[in-house]
Structures are given as structure tokens and as C-alpha cells.
């Protein structure tokens, strides 16, 4: 993460210097500027993001019919994140274009997992697998002025989304299960100016993608030994919705200051997973079992407030 907020950091200096000689530049010797006919922004945020994973709202759904397991306090879920706007807005044609990435990890996300079965009643704490996801999207907007200082944005474009879950086997760091998706959305945008240097901005994506799985076998933990069955030809869907509200301050001709919260939510389903799991455990060699790993989807949220700075050119 240290060498990519430098590289932020060296971006956004290359930016100030452009955008204050393009200033000077413009402003005629009235002393009046002439109004934008297009714009550039970079927009970088400082975000505390809460990963709720579909690896803990879909734990207590991988049982036998014989337990119940339930899973609560998720802990260290938390992460903060330096996520990246471009966009380009041309005011003579009336449209706009923007991408957009950001990647989250979670080392040792665990909950509290409460076990009932015919011997009895358990509590332990859980530790789930390490995991990762990444975000990129590209959009086209149509610029549509309701009334002076308020702007609608309507329009679309694709998402990418993808999704690892790593294994805790003999091949540190490698991933158990690692999907790459990517499809449609649809995105709506509201800026409105109430003031002379403040602004309020609301955005809504509603996007769907799709993808192959990749995955791993055998799977090996210090006590456990899995083998898999039936994983080939297993895609992943993610079915949800980005929402985001934040106010913007400009202090400086080039420059603003944001301040917002962003949200996004999905629901996670397989598809064409029709895969058998057979376990061995190594301290009692006599131990096989056989299960199938069949899931049901379940939702998987990001969220949290962030701080941004933008340049402008």
C-alpha cells in the first residue's frame, strides 16, 4: 500500500502544477475567467471500509442436517482504503465517461460460532481463510441540466469484480478459490451547487456479473485433508447495487474537498456447482467423510464514510 499512495501522491503533485499553469493561462487580463467547455478530475479517497464477506453470512448454510451452527461479531473486517475516480465531462456535448478501482483485503477476518447437535451445545471462535476483492467499472453518462446548478447524470456501463478466497494449505499465499466476474450496470448521478463553492451529490449503480471459478484440490490445513469432486464448469454471480451521498467543498479554483459514504451491496449465488467434498483427518486416520458442498447464496456488503481530495484541469 506504501508504494501506491506515493505514486498517488506523485500524481496529484504532476496535476497541481498542470492545473494551476492551465489557470493562469486562462484567465484573461479583465481578470474574469471564461467558463469550462470540459473537465478532468481525479478524485482520491481515504476510506474506512467494513467488509462483511460472503465467506461469514454463508458459514452457518454449509452444515449437515444433523448441526446447527450460528455466526455473530465479526471482528477485524475493517480496512482502510485509497479507492481512485477518473472521469472527463464535456459541457458542449453534454456527456461524461468515468472509471474507477479499488481492492480490499481481509488477513484474518474470525466471528464468534456458536455449534448445537446431539452432543450438546459449543461456542469457539472462527477464523476464516484470508480474502480479497477488487472492483473496477467504466461508465458513460448522459448530461441532462433540470434547472441552473442542478445536474443529472444518466447512463451505464460494464463492472469487474473479483473475488479470492486464499487457502490455508502448503502453497502459502496461493488462492483456494478465486473467481473473475463481469457484466452490466446501470448508474444514475445528482449534483446540485447550493452555494457558491458547495455541492451535494448522490449516485446509484444497479449492476449484475458473471464468471468462471477457479479452484484448488486437494486442500490442506494443519489437521485436514480435502479432496474435490464435480468443481469444473462452477460460475459466480453477483447480483447488487453501489449506492454513494457526499458533499463537496471547492477551495480552490482546481481543487475540492469531499466528504461522503458509500455503500455497496451484493448478493453472491453459484452456479452450476454440483461439487462432493471428501475429508480426512489426520489424527484419527479412520476418520473419512464424505459431504457435498453445495451452497446457497447470500448477500456480501462493503461500507463506510471517506475523505477525498480532487484535482481538476
Same mark, same amino acid.
Request: aromatic letters at 20%.
Given at each position: 500500500?506504501?508504494?501506491?499512495?506515493?505514486?498517488?501522491?506523485?500524481?496529484?503533485?504532476?496535476?497541481?502544477?498542470?492545473?494551476?499553469?492551465?489557470?493562469?493561462?486562462?484567465?484573461?487580463?479583465?481578470?474574469?475567467?471564461?467558463?469550462?467547455?470540459?473537465?478532468?478530475?481525479?478524485?482520491?479517497?481515504?476510506?474506512?471500509?467494513?467488509?462483511?464477506?460472503?465467506?461469514?453470512?454463508?458459514?452457518?448454510?454449509?452444515?449437515?442436517?444433523?448441526? /446447527?451452527?450460528?455466526?455473530?461479531?465479526?471482528?477485524?473486517?475493517?480496512?482502510?482504503?485509497?479507492?481512485?475516480?477518473?472521469?472527463?465531462?464535456?459541457?458542449?456535448?453534454?456527456?461524461?465517461?468515468?472509471?474507477?478501482?479499488?481492492?480490499?483485503?481481509?488477513?484474518?477476518?474470525?466471528?464468534?460460532?456458536?455449534?448445537?447437535?446431539?452432543?450438546?451445545?459449543?461456542?469457539?471462535?472462527?477464523?476464516? /481463510?484470508?480474502?480479497?476483492? /477488487?472492483?473496477?467499472?467504466?461508465?458513460?453518462?448522459?448530461?441532462?441540466?433540470?434547472?441552473?446548478?442542478?445536474?443529472?447524470?444518466?447512463?451505464?456501463?460494464?463492472?469487474?469484480?473479483?473475488?479470492?478466497?486464499?487457502?490455508?494449505?502448503?502453497?502459502?499465499?496461493?488462492?483456494?478459490?478465486?473467481?473473475?466476474?463481469?457484466?452490466?450496470?446501470?448508474?444514475?448521478?445528482?449534483?446540485?451547487?447550493?452555494?457558491?463553492?458547495?455541492?451535494?451529490?448522490?449516485?446509484?449503480?444497479?449492476?449484475?456479473?458473471?464468471?468462471?471459478?477457479?479452484?484448488?484440490?486437494?486442500?490442506?490445513?494443519?489437521?485436514?485433508?480435502?479432496?474435490?469432486?464435480?468443481?469444473?464448469?462452477?460460475?459466480?454471480?453477483?447480483?447488487?447495487?453501489?449506492?454513494?451521498?457526499?458533499?463537496?467543498?471547492?477551495?480552490?479554483?482546481?481543487?475540492?474537498?469531499?466528504?461522503?459514504?458509500?455503500?455497496?451491496?451484493?448478493?453472491?449465488?453459484?452456479?452450476?456447482?454440483?461439487?462432493?467434498?471428501?475429508?480426512?483427518?489426520?489424527?484419527?486416520?479412520?476418520?473419512?467423510?464424505?459431504?457435498?458442498?453445495?451452497?446457497?447464496?447470500?448477500?456480501?456488503?462493503?461500507?463506510?464514510?471517506?475523505?477525498?481530495?480532487?484535482?481538476?484541469?
Amino acid at each position: 500500500m506504501g508504494l501506491y499512495q506515493k505514486y498517488y501522491v506523485f500524481i496529484l503533485l504532476n496535476l497541481f502544477l498542470i492545473s494551476n499553469s492551465q489557470a493562469s493561462e486562462e484567465i484573461p487580463k479583465t481578470g474574469t475567467s471564461e467558463k469550462r467547455k470540459q473537465k478532468f478530475e481525479l478524485l482520491l479517497k481515504r476510506q474506512t471500509y467494513s467488509f462483511i464477506p460472503y465467506n461469514f453470512t454463508s458459514y452457518s448454510e454449509k452444515t449437515n442436517p444433523n448441526e /446447527s451452527i450460528e455466526t455473530n461479531h465479526l471482528q477485524q473486517n475493517q480496512k482502510v482504503l485509497v479507492p481512485a475516480v477518473f472521469s472527463y465531462e464535456n459541457y458542449e456535448k453534454n456527456y461524461k465517461a468515468e472509471i474507477s478501482y479499488y481492492e480490499v483485503e481481509l488477513v484474518n477476518p474470525n466471528s464468534n460460532v456458536i455449534r448445537s447437535n446431539s452432543t450438546g451445545l459449543s461456542a469457539e471462535r472462527f477464523y476464516y /481463510s484470508p480474502l480479497a476483492r /477488487s472492483e473496477f467499472e467504466t461508465n458513460f453518462y448522459k448530461i441532462i441540466s433540470l434547472i441552473q446548478n442542478w445536474n443529472l447524470y444518466l447512463g451505464g456501463g460494464l463492472r469487474n469484480i473479483n473475488k479470492y478466497t486464499y487457502g490455508k494449505y502448503m502453497l502459502d499465499g496461493a488462492f483456494q478459490e478465486y473467481f473473475y466476474t463481469y457484466g452490466p450496470q446501470v448508474s444514475l448521478q445528482s449534483s446540485y451547487q447550493f452555494a457558491e463553492n458547495f455541492s451535494a451529490n448522490i449516485s446509484l449503480d444497479v449492476f449484475y456479473t458473471e464468471g468462471t471459478r477457479f479452484f484448488k484440490t486437494p486442500i490442506i490445513s494443519p489437521d485436514t485433508l480435502v479432496f474435490t469432486n464435480g468443481s469444473a464448469g462452477t460460475r459466480g454471480i453477483f447480483r447488487g447495487f453501489e449506492s454513494e451521498i457526499s458533499l463537496q467543498y471547492k477551495f480552490h479554483e482546481n481543487m475540492r474537498f469531499h466528504l461522503g459514504y458509500n455503500q455497496i451491496s451484493s448478493y453472491f449465488s453459484y452456479l452450476h456447482f454440483d461439487q462432493w467434498n471428501l475429508h480426512y483427518n489426520f489424527s484419527s486416520p479412520s476418520s473419512i467423510s464424505i459431504s457435498n458442498g453445495s451452497r446457497s447464496g447470500n448477500y456480501e456488503i462493503l461500507r463506510g464514510f471517506f475523505l477525498g481530495f480532487s484535482v481538476f484541469f
